[in-house]
């Protein structure tokens, strides 16, 4: 009989300790919203990221990548025209997209599989499908490929304006 209340003790104690852990995780969360909404009143705390000149459309060919650098010359990335329209896709077929080059997972380099139509991690395996945003379809990451903001001007120029995802290895992606 007293085995069976040593349980029903250690389980009082773990029922305590469990309910002060509670509270004050709820109370963290409570100064983490308010903290929170005070942010969100600062009116630009966003990155500025630099208008850049990636390319012309003139110089791209469907499920050609054409190697690019974007936010700075540190940051390996591409163009690519996929032939068909796709969301976030600019130009006059909605089908030109940009992405960085960098593995999101360990920093691997990426290459291009034109047969697949998509990029690929040699370190772990990770895939990327361009036509859906540089969604991860496979493998290690746990983020998707960071896409550049893309602006087609009036003479073809293409201009990258952002990226969506925060470039491997990077606490900003503006140094």
Not at 72 to 82: I, M, P, R, T
Not at 97 to 121: D, M, Q, W
Not at 148 to 173: H, T
Request: one cysteine or more; charged letters at 20%.
């Amino acid at each position: 009989m007293s085995r069976c209340r040593t349980i029903i003790d250690v389980g009082r104690r773990q029922f305590l300790r469990g309910g002060a852990l509670a509270a004050a995780s709820a109370t963290v969360a409570a100064v983490g919203a308010g903290a929170t909404q005070a942010r969100a009143a600062i009116p630009s705390a966003g990155v500025e990221y630099p208008s850049n000149r990636l390319g012309n459309i003139s110089e791209l060919v469907v499920n050609e990548p054409l190697d690019v650098t974007y936010p700075d010359e540190n940051a390996a990335g591409v163009l690519l025209k996929l032939g068909v329209r796709v969301e976030g896709g600019v130009g006059p077929d909605g089908d030109i997209v940009g992405f960085s080059t960098i593995c999101p997972h360990k920093g691997f380099p990426l290459s291009y599989a034109a047969e697949e139509r998509t990029f690929n991690c040699p370190g772990h395996y990770s895939v990327f499908d361009p036509e859906k945003g540089g969604q991860q379809v496979w493998g290690q990451a746990t983020q998707n490929l960071p896409q550049y903001m893309l602006r087609v001007a009036d003479n073809g120029d293409v201009f990258a304006e952002g990226v969506d995802e925060l470039l491997y290895g990077r606490l900003s992606n503006v140094i």
